[in-house]
């Protein structure tokens, strides 16, 4: 990964540092779950691409509870060998989020049992407050949500 690249995540990832505790004190869990659940297999991520909440539908197509989740980087859910190019993406995006359908070809994603199942997904960025995050859904290839 280029050094431009690894350069830019950080800064991303400094400005936003604080993002995840003004975000637990203004929005209780129970209302996030109530919304998330709203919105069938999904995960919230914040700008450090870490894992806010995923939603009891996300955990049966991924098999990780949501707790075991939260936190996370969502390159667990990514295998490697698509790392670097979802670096590269991701820095791009973030430049300038908008809703992103990744709904024309099916990508793999990493199920607890190291198994990949294939998914299309959507991204929508969304603010709560003055915090930027991130929706993303999921359907699998089965046609469950």
Do not use: W
């Amino acid at each position: 990964m280029s050094a431009e690249i690894l350069a830019e995540l950080e800064r991303i990832k400094h400005e936003r540092a604080d993002t995840v505790r003004s975000f637990h004190r203004r929005y209780s869990r129970k209302r996030l779950q109530a919304l998330m659940g709203e919105v069938g297999a999904a995960i919230l991520v914040d700008p450090d691409l870490v894992i806010y909440m995923a939603t009891q539908m996300f955990e049966r197509l991924v098999d990780y509870p949501p707790s075991e989740l939260q936190g996370e980087s969502i390159k667990r859910l990514i295998p490697t060998r698509f790392h670097e190019r979802h670096d590269i993406q991701t820095a791009n995006f973030l430049k300038d989020p908008h809703t992103l359908s990744m709904m024309r070809q099916p990508l793999p994603i990493l199920r607890r049992d190291g198994t990949e199942r294939l998914v299309r997904i959507e991204i929508e960025p969304c603010k709560l407050d003055t915090d930027r995050y991130f929706v993303a859904r999921f359907y699998d290839e089965q046609g469950e949500e």
